[in-house]
């Protein structure tokens, strides 16, 4: 069972390029999110989807751009690299019943430099 | 809005050492209240979860009481490993905004915690 993974695990960046980290879950679970992890900062919600074709707008949704056409992946885009996105990018899915959303379970992440 | 706070790191304690990681919250209502643990070059993963007032969520020998009176979710463990060392975050989710809708499971978490237990 793979759960969650993210590719890549690595990535340098230079200002203005664009690139996709992709994200895919094998748990049938219909919430996805991503987040992002910088030094010293706790996790902050980029954008987040509760099915195919359904997305929106977390805390800090600037600068990227998301889609969800199947239930498994949810790729996050980022248009336009700048430094302020030099981060630890994290994807995580979860079932729902409902409308209650249960545990969250987080991919290992992507350690995104741009420069 | 909602926030989490927590202690001051990094942490660095003996084998069988006690540990305490402070969380503090803000949100209106009763949020469910969560400790994930982040191993190095890991992922989050969840480590304990309590989802109303007085309950004490606990796994692996850690602990944590939501304690509503305080808006405190201080995790616990009576005697550290060196393989608990990791970085702790506590989180929150918040109820929805409205009766009948939901928070779609949005986490707010703190800002981490490392902790480093030396033999």
């Known amino acids: 069972n793979a759960g969650v993974t993210q590719t890549p695990k690595f990535r340098i960046l230079k200002i203005g390029q664009s690139m996709t980290l992709q994200c895919t879950q094998d748990m049938n679970h219909n919430y996805m999110y991503w987040y992002r992890q910088d030094p010293g900062m706790g996790l902050k919600l980029i954008y987040y989807?509760?099915?195919?074709?359904?997305?929106d707008k977390g805390e800090v949704p600037n600068g990227y751009n998301v889609s969800r056409s199947t239930t498994e992946d949810f790729p996050l885009r980022l248009e336009l690299a700048a430094p302020s996105q030099t981060s630890v990018y994290f994807c995580?899915?979860?079932?729902?019943?409902?409308?209650?959303?249960?545990?969250?379970?987080f991919g290992p992440g992507t350690r995104l430099t741009v420069t | 809005g909602n926030s989490v706070t927590q202690m001051e790191g990094p942490v660095t304690l003996s084998e069988e050492a006690f540990l305490t990681i402070n969380c503090t919250y803000t949100a209106t209502g009763y949020p469910s209240l969560f400790w994930y643990v982040q191993y190095p070059g890991e992922g989050l993963q969840l480590l304990l979860k309590?989802?109303?007032?007085?309950d004490k969520g606990s796994n692996k020998g850690f602990e944590a009481t939501y304690r509503k009176e305080t808006t405190s979710f201080h995790l616990e463990k009576g005697s550290v490993q060196v393989s608990d060392s990791a970085v702790y975050f506590c989180?929150?989710?918040?109820?929805?905004?409205?009766?009948?809708?939901?928070?779609?499971?949005?986490?707010?978490f703190g800002q981490g915690t490392i902790l480093t237990v030396h033999p």
């Open positions: 989180a929150l989710r918040a109820l929805p905004s409205r009766a009948g809708g939901t928070s779609y499971g949005k986490l707010t």
């Open positions: 989807s509760v099915g195919a074709g359904i997305t």
């Open positions: 309590a989802t109303k007032a007085d």
């Open positions: 995580a899915s979860s079932s729902q019943r409902g409308g209650v959303s249960y545990e969250q379970y």
